[in-house]
């Protein structure tokens, strides 16, 4: 896990959109353990700012002038990957996730989310864990759901034996010398396959059916 900066964590905010832009910022501003450090109304402005300010996660829209934000995202994951990248958008429609999450963003959010829900996941995604909306959560498995008899292949089972031990997708993907997205492409399948919604659960499920075997 990162250290959090003295300030608490470090925040760049990115949106084409002023008053939105304003708004998302508003509302962490009023957060004791969030800084934020700047903002951008761009992709390429972004990655200036990431540069410069090395925070800890980048809020991203995925529209935007310039460079968008899944080629942003896309640099930031492999020019510094210190930097979470949390997808904050109005666009849910599968292709728009898809992309957003092969890109490497750590999180997608709507912009429907609660100032609650945006604070928590701000941390959650500082602390290296994938953060989804319930609403793309859902669209994800419905789209890679496949029949519960459907067996673990053994890459899958190798990346539920690292959640079992704890790891973060950072650290699974350091483990198996894989990339960051493709740890979270596979914790979907075999979420799917498991049928169920969270990593604690899917560890779980597997125990029980015999599929992890932990001392």
């Known amino acids: 896990m990162r250290d959090m900066r003295e300030g608490g964590l470090r925040i760049v905010v990115v949106d084409d959109h002023t008053v939105m832009r304003a708004g998302v910022i508003a509302l962490l501003a009023a957060e004791n353990s969030i800084e934020i450090v700047g903002e951008?109304?761009?992709?390429?402005?972004?990655?200036?700012?990431v540069e410069r300010y090395d925070p800890d996660v980048?809020?991203?829209?995925l529209r935007m002038p310039v460079l968008d934000g899944v080629?942003?995202?896309t640099e930031i994951v492999a020019r510094y990957p210190r930097t979470r990248v949390l997808i904050l958008t109005t666009y849910d429609t599968d292709a728009e996730i898809e992309r957003g999450v092969e890109a490497g963003a750590i999180g997608y959010l709507l912009k429907d989310t609660t100032r609650e829900q945006l604070v928590d996941a701000v941390h959650a995604a500082a602390?290296?864990?994938?953060?989804?909306?319930?609403?793309?959560?859902?669209?994800?498995v419905a789209r890679m759901r496949r029949p519960v008899q459907d067996p673990l292949t053994e890459r899958e089972t190798d990346v539920l034996n690292a959640v079992a031990d704890g790891m973060t997708n950072a650290e699974i993907g350091r483990r198996l010398v894989?990339?960051?997205?493709?740890?979270?492409?596979?914790l979907l399948r075999l979420f799917a396959k498991l049928d169920v919604n969270d990593r604690t659960r899917a560890v779980v499920v597997a125990?029980?059916?015999?599929i992890l075997e932990r001392p």
């Open 207 to 210: 125990m029980e059916r015999g």
């Open 127 to 140: 602390r290296g864990e994938t953060v989804l909306a319930p609403r793309i959560a859902e669209k994800l």
């Open 178 to 186: 894989i990339a960051e997205a493709t740890v979270k492409t596979h």
């Open 40 to 49: 951008a109304g761009d992709g390429r402005a972004a990655l200036e700012l």
């Open 71 to 73: 080629a942003t995202t």
């Open 58 to 61: 980048a809020l991203v829209d």
